[in-house]
């Protein structure tokens, strides 16, 4: 039987099973030594999650995926969440086609409340960890280079909110030379991208500028308009030191709300922006520093410092219910909020990775560090709509926080095949509270989180690779849970004990991996996204249960086959007023399939998404509610599989036209409910080139 081709396992793997790509390239290397961990480029993401692709998932136990830049530009994504939804585990709750803000679940945790850490470069991006939301940011797909996912004990050595896993968006470092690129599409979409870079002579330096300007009408009609630029450079520092900065600055103007569609107007068909004149007005600065020290062969010291301003107004109009009912759709009045929210963070890590003998064995430790202070200052604006977006400020209130972290890790090599991993990681924080409307009152809470953990590798053979770990997560309350009506609610931290064992490796022109997970909840909380009466207390212990399974197969001629399947028969609330209720937007089964074809120039891909069943709340009610009178939607959201068609081909060395076809059978389908229903994109149409310069 052919082999497969690292080329043609990376398109297929790209569409629906991305990990395996990984896998297929590794082949009979297992037992190698893995290569030191370093940075993709001089100077900067000298933090990274993972090393070389040949050594990444010998080293790590747990389940991990790498997805690099050819795999991510044959799914043309509109949006980070339309790789996420690709990977085996991953549940999306999409709002809208370009995932603006945050909505994804990893395992059975519902995609309406992450418990998982986003990360950029092994920095955070979610605008407050400790003081929420976590919502309100998401990396522009442009600029990413690399996606990592870490699921399992491999997600110890970062936190906190590592309940889920671990995503990590590696950005784009410009090389040599310009690359220019483009597309336009559906609802009058117009995309440019430009990247510019250059290295000194003697390749130690460089310099380089990712930019990125999108707008468009929008399915639904809600519109964007979107600017990203990021600003890298990096040097080496003598023979053994390198530095580095990236400054980036994103602005997005978009006209979505919590409003979805009334359910007479969603089940007839009918799709329009149900709130036109709301707006989510949205800017993020950030800056990160990084050094990289190498201390002879078997040491090196790496930190970062960082640094991000968040904004984000959301302008939203009244509704007068009553009014709404009888018309079948929102009615507007000229009542105009301003909830409006600014975060800063601060924050410096620092990794020192020692190898080593222990009793005579092989071992490779690391120690961490982090300090980090989160700040943010929220506005409530009472305005009219002659007010134009001034107004009465009736509710302010500083929300900050003060974390310390670390841990060790050492990996020890007992034998040519067996190796296991112990660590321990400790998070401390106090969380403070200031209301400034009234008499300037505060409160305050603390807390301390001990997480050990232990994993395990074991090469079966040259090619096939067992691996499994237990590690204990935990996810913070928000000030706005955990100090609700200024009372220190005495809310601990969302532990959860988690368990998981696999295998993977490849055979010729087959690659698979299956992963059986566990994790057991003592206290988790479930706040107002789902259930605005939970989020005074801790909503009880849930257990999550289930399956990851995927498998590539290459035909040859061109031909290979991809797929992957998540199965999670249990998760459940087990204790509380909810006992025995499935969590929502947790569905049981997910699923991916494509069949990829690639010929000289050519590639393509048809691909299918399945998503289950999923209740919209954790009441488990079944019936979608007809009216507005309820703030939060309930009900059971359908099954439904949608398929797309992408297409590349490369005209000559350095242009490339593609295209795509997303939602090919045009399936209506229901994607969520917050204040109504939110209905999934229709079929939509985008072309697009590069080109190398």
Same mark, same amino acid.
């Given at each position: 039987?052919?082999?497969?081709?690292?080329?043609?396992?990376?398109?297929?793997?790209?569409?629906?099973?991305?990990?395996?790509?990984?896998?297929?390239?590794?082949?009979?290397?297992?037992?190698?030594?893995?290569?030191?961990?370093?940075?993709?480029?001089?100077?900067?993401?000298?933090?990274?999650?993972?090393?070389?692709?040949?050594?990444?998932?010998?080293?790590?136990?747990?389940?991990?995926?790498?997805?690099?830049?050819?795999?991510?530009?044959?799914?043309?994504?509109?949006?980070?969440?339309?790789?996420?939804?690709?990977?085996?585990?991953?549940?999306?709750?999409?709002?809208?086609?370009?995932?603006?803000?945050?909505?994804?679940?990893?395992?059975?945790?519902?995609?309406?409340?992450?418990?998982?850490?986003?990360?950029?470069?092994?920095?955070?991006?979610?605008?407050?960890?400790?003081?929420?939301?976590?919502?309100?940011?998401?990396?522009?797909?442009?600029?990413?280079?690399?996606?990592?996912?870490?699921?399992?004990?491999?997600?110890?050595?970062? %936190?906190?909110?590592?309940?889920?896993?671990?995503?990590?968006?590696?950005?784009?470092?410009?090389?040599?030379?310009?690359?220019?690129?483009?597309?336009?599409?559906?609802?009058?979409?117009?995309?440019?991208?430009?990247?510019?870079?250059?290295?000194?002579?003697?390749?130690?330096?460089?310099?380089?500028?990712?930019? =990125?300007?999108?707008?468009?009408?929008?399915?639904?009609?809600?519109?964007?308009?979107?600017?990203?630029?990021?600003?890298?450079?990096?040097?080496?520092?003598?023979?053994?030191?390198?530095?580095?900065?990236?400054?980036?600055?994103?602005?997005?103007?978009? *006209?979505?709300?919590?409003?979805?569609?009334?359910?007479?107007?969603?089940?007839?068909?009918?799709?329009?922006?149900?709130?036109?004149?709301?707006?989510?007005?949205?800017?993020?600065?950030?800056?990160?520093?990084?050094?990289?020290?190498?201390?002879?062969?078997?040491?090196?010291?790496?930190?970062?410092?960082?640094?991000?301003?968040? =904004?984000?107004?959301?302008?939203?109009?009244?509704?007068?219910?009553?009014?709404?009912?009888?018309?079948?759709?929102?009615?507007?009045?000229?009542?105009?909020?301003? *909830?409006?929210?600014?975060?800063?963070?601060?924050?410096?890590?620092?990794?020192?990775?020692?190898?080593?003998?222990?009793?005579?064995?092989?071992?490779?430790?690391?120690?961490?560090?982090?300090?980090?202070?989160?700040?943010?200052?929220?506005?409530?604006?009472?305005?009219?709509?002659?007010?134009?977006?001034?107004?009465?400020?009736?509710?302010?209130?500083?929300?900050?926080?003060?974390?310390?972290? %670390?841990?060790?890790?050492?990996?020890?090599?007992?034998?040519?095949?067996?190796?296991?991993?112990?660590?321990?990681?400790?998070?401390?924080?106090?969380?403070?509270?200031?209301?400034?409307? %009234?008499?300037?009152?505060?409160?305050?809470?603390?807390?301390?989180?001990?997480?050990?953990?232990?994993?395990?590798?074991?090469?079966?053979?040259?090619?096939?690779?067992?691996?499994?770990?237990?590690?204990?997560?935990?996810?913070?309350?928000?000030?706005?849970?955990?100090?609700?009506?200024?009372?220190?609610?005495?809310?601990?931290?969302?532990?959860?004990?988690?368990?998981?064992?696999?295998?993977?490796?490849?055979?010729?022109?087959?690659?698979?991996?299956?992963?059986?997970?566990?994790?057991?909840?003592?206290?988790?909380?479930?706040?107002?996204?789902? *259930?605005?009466?939970?989020?005074?207390?801790?909503?009880?212990?849930?257990?999550?249960?289930?399956?990851?399974?995927?498998?590539?197969?290459?035909?040859?001629?061109?031909?290979?086959?991809?797929?992957?399947?998540?199965?999670?028969?249990?998760?459940?609330?087990?204790?509380?007023?909810?006992?025995?209720?499935?969590?929502?937007?947790?569905?049981?089964?997910?699923?991916?399939?494509?069949?990829?074809?690639?010929?000289?120039?050519?590639?393509?891909?048809?691909?299918?998404?399945?998503?289950?069943?999923?209740?919209?709340?954790?009441?488990?009610?079944?019936?979608?509610?007809?009216?507005?009178?309820?703030?939060?939607?309930?009900?059971?959201?359908?099954?439904?599989?949608?398929?797309?068609?992408?297409?590349?081909?490369?005209?000559?060395?350095?242009?490339?036209?593609?295209?795509?076809?997303?939602?090919?059978?045009?399936?209506?389908?229901?994607?969520?409910?917050?204040?109504?229903?939110?209905?999934?994109?229709?079929?939509?149409?985008?072309?697009?080139?590069?080109?190398?310069?």
């Amino acid at each position: 039987m052919p082999n497969v081709t690292p080329s043609r396992l990376a398109l297929a793997v790209a569409l629906t099973a991305l990990p395996l790509a990984a896998l297929a390239q590794q082949g009979g290397e297992n037992n190698q030594e893995a290569e030191p961990r370093r940075s993709a480029s001089p100077g900067i993401e000298v933090i990274r999650i993972t090393g070389s692709r040949q050594s990444h998932a010998h080293v790590e136990t747990g389940t991990v995926m790498l997805i690099d830049r050819e795999q991510i530009e044959a799914i043309q994504p509109l949006s980070t969440e339309d790789v996420l939804r690709r990977i085996p585990g991953i549940n999306i709750k999409g709002e809208e086609e370009t995932s603006i803000v945050a909505n994804f679940g990893l395992r059975g945790l519902s995609a309406s409340e992450s418990k998982s850490l986003l990360l950029e470069d092994g920095v955070p991006v979610a605008p407050g960890l400790f003081i929420g939301n976590d919502r309100y940011f998401n990396p522009r797909i442009q600029r990413v280079d690399t996606v990592e996912i870490l699921k399992g004990s491999a997600s110890l050595r970062y %936190g906190p909110s590592t309940i889920g896993g671990v995503v990590n968006y590696i950005t784009k470092t410009p090389d040599d030379g310009v690359r220019l690129s483009g597309r336009v599409g559906s609802y009058n979409m117009r995309e440019m991208n430009i990247e510019a870079g250059g290295r000194s002579p003697s390749g130690d330096a460089y310099a380089g500028v990712v930019a =990125s300007y999108a707008e468009s009408d929008g399915f639904m009609d809600k519109g964007y308009e979107m600017s990203d630029v990021m600003l890298k450079a990096g040097t080496d520092i003598g023979d053994n030191q390198r530095v580095g900065l990236k400054f980036s600055h994103y602005s997005n103007d978009a *006209n979505i709300s919590y409003r979805g569609l009334l359910l007479d107007d969603y089940q007839a068909g009918k799709r329009y922006n149900p709130a036109p004149d709301d707006w989510y007005l949205q800017d993020r600065r950030s800056a990160d520093l990084n050094h990289e020290w190498r201390l002879g062969d078997t040491a090196s010291l790496r930190t970062v410092v960082y640094w991000s301003e968040v =904004s984000r107004d959301y302008w939203r109009y009244n509704v007068d219910t009553a009014a709404s009912n009888e018309a079948g759709r929102w009615v507007f009045t000229d009542n105009l909020t301003g *909830n409006n929210r600014s975060f800063e963070r601060t924050g410096a890590e620092t990794r020192l990775a020692l190898a080593h003998d222990l009793a005579g064995l092989e071992a490779d430790t690391e120690f961490g560090l982090r300090i980090m202070r989160e700040e943010s200052d929220d506005n409530r604006i009472r305005a009219t709509r002659e007010q134009d977006r001034t107004g009465i400020n009736d509710r302010h209130r500083n929300d900050s926080a003060r974390s310390v972290a %670390g841990y060790a890790q050492t990996r020890i090599a007992l034998n040519d095949q067996l190796a296991v991993t112990p660590g321990l990681r400790v998070e401390n924080y106090e969380q403070n509270r200031l209301v400034l409307t %009234g008499n300037n009152t505060t409160a305050k809470t603390s807390n301390t989180e001990y997480l050990p953990g232990v994993g395990m590798t074991y090469d079966l053979t040259p090619s096939a690779q067992l691996y499994g770990g237990v590690y204990r997560a935990f996810s913070p309350a928000s000030n706005g849970v955990a100090l609700d009506g200024l009372t220190d609610q005495e809310l601990d931290g969302e532990r959860s004990t988690n368990y998981e064992i696999g295998i993977r490796g490849s055979e010729g022109p087959l690659s698979y991996e299956v992963a059986a997970f566990m994790m057991d909840f003592s206290n988790q909380v479930v706040t107002g996204n789902t *259930n605005p009466n939970l989020s005074q207390s801790n909503a009880g212990e849930t257990e999550h249960r289930g399956m990851e399974f995927a498998l590539a197969y290459a035909f040859g001629g061109g031909f290979s086959v991809d797929s992957n399947a998540t199965w999670i028969p249990s998760s459940k609330f087990t204790t509380g007023d909810f006992a025995g209720n499935r969590l929502p937007y947790a569905p049981e089964f997910l699923a991916n399939v494509a069949l990829n074809y690639s010929a000289g120039n050519l590639q393509t891909s048809l691909s299918a998404h399945h998503r289950g069943e999923q209740f919209g709340t954790p009441d488990n009610q079944d019936a979608l509610p007809g009216g507005a009178d309820s703030g939060i939607w309930a009900g059971l959201l359908p099954s439904h599989t949608v398929y797309d068609f992408t297409a590349q081909y490369q005209l000559q060395p350095g242009t490339t036209v593609f295209g795509s076809v997303k939602n090919l059978t045009d399936k209506q389908y229901i994607s969520g409910l917050r204040q109504g229903i939110y209905a999934g994109p229709d079929r939509s149409v985008e072309v697009g080139f590069r080109y190398d310069f």
